[in-house]
């Protein structure tokens, strides 16, 4: 089934590391959700991989600050049954270690309301942070990214990441 990459970014990392994962993945479509007309694009491909990073700090909702907070409201009333979705969130572990990428667990939640197969968990092993609400039952709910401290880190994070998912895209 075809897989598309999509993102959005304030600050230009988030694009970055789709770009990495667009590198690792030739095949796949990439989609800057700034630029869609419509959240009805996300139901085109059969797999998704998405990647969101988080700002409004300690915010009840729309903890994403890009366009993916709008697809976040919308996506609960839509149908993905039978579509996969990987999740990637970019965040800063050392200055926002309260608020460790809880963007991706509103991506989580809106994705498993639409009855999507939700892919890609990520053991919490190798991250200093304090708390994320994206750590759902021990686990992060996608794979966490920090350009800001540990940029060295990421593309291995993404490959092995990668990797592991493949199988299931
Ligand atoms: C004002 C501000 C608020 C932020 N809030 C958070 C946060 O709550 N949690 C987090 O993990 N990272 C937070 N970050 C870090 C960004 O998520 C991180 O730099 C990310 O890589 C930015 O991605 P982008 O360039 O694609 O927008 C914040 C950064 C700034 C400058």
New binding site residues.
């Given amino acids: 089934m075809a897989t598309t990459i999509f993102f959005a970014?304030?600050?230009?990392?988030?694009?970055d590391i789709a770009d990495q994962l667009k590198e690792l993945l030739p095949d796949a479509g990439l989609q800057d959700v700034d630029e869609m007309s419509s959240a009805r694009e996300l139901e085109v491909p059969g797999s998704l991989i998405c990647c969101i990073?988080?700002?409004?700090?300690?915010a009840d909702e729309a903890?994403s600050g890009?366009a993916w907070d709008q697809c976040i409201e919308e996506i609960p009333s839509m149908n993905f049954a039978g579509k996969t979705i990987a999740i990637v969130g970019?965040?800063?572990?050392a200055?926002?270690g309260d608020?460790?990428?809880?963007a991706m667990e509103e991506l989580y939640t809106a994705f498993s309301k639409a009855g999507a197969n939700i892919i890609g968990k990520v053991p919490t092993d190798g991250y200093t942070f304090n708390e994320s609400k994206s750590v759902l039952n021990g686990m992060f709910c996608g794979l966490p990214i920090d350009?800001?401290n540990e940029s060295d880190l990421s593309h291995e994070r993404l490959s092995n990441w990668l990797n592991l998912i493949k199988p299931q895209l």
Avoid at 9 to 15: C, F, L, Y
Avoid at 53 to 58: A, I, L, Q, V
């Fill in positions: 970014t304030s600050t230009g990392k988030t694009s990073p988080t700002w409004n700090t300690g903890r890009t970019l965040g800063d572990s200055s926002y608020y460790f990428c809880d350009e800001d």
